[in-house]
């Protein structure tokens, strides 16, 4: 499975991004995609993972209500749709992908993410 994100950029603050992850390669089966991100000198941090099957999604708290995830069936894409950035939203975003079926602890520890993408910059200007 191979990772393709895109999308990052330069904003002012209050601005909006969006996002993409393309997944190819064997991509039979489903996935539980996610977002990562990390800024400099800070560890990488969980943003959101969406279970491709169900649709359903989940938020880091400081993104909650400013930032959605989607899937495009058809595309095998991820999206990350950001608005009311913040400056404190700077860093590299990376996605993860691992199969659903596999059984773990918690989705929001990087962890637990087998493939992974390069990262894509995001810059939130003050």
């Known amino acids: 499975v191979q990772l393709q994100a895109s999308g990052g950029g330069l904003v002012q603050a209050g601005g909006s991004l969006r996002l993409s992850c393309a997944v190819s390669?064997?991509?039979?089966?489903?996935?539980?995609m996610a977002w990562f991100r990390q800024a400099p000198g800070k560890e990488r941090e969980f943003v959101a993972f969406?279970?491709?099957?169900?649709?359903?999604?989940y938020y880091a708290e400081s993104v909650k209500g400013r930032f959605t995830m989607s899937r495009d069936n058809a595309k095998n894409t991820v999206y990350l749709q950001m608005d009311s950035l913040k400056p404190e939203d700077t860093a590299v975003y990376y996605c993860?992908?691992?199969?659903?079926?596999?059984?773990?602890?918690?989705?929001?520890?990087?962890?637990?993410?087998?493939?992974w993408g390069q990262g894509t910059l995001v810059t939130v200007s003050s």
């Open positions: 993860a992908a691992d199969p659903e079926r596999r059984t773990v602890v918690s989705r929001t520890s990087s962890r637990n993410y087998y493939y």
């Open positions: 390669g064997r991509t039979f089966g489903t996935y539980t």
């Open positions: 969406i279970r491709w099957s169900a649709g359903t999604t």
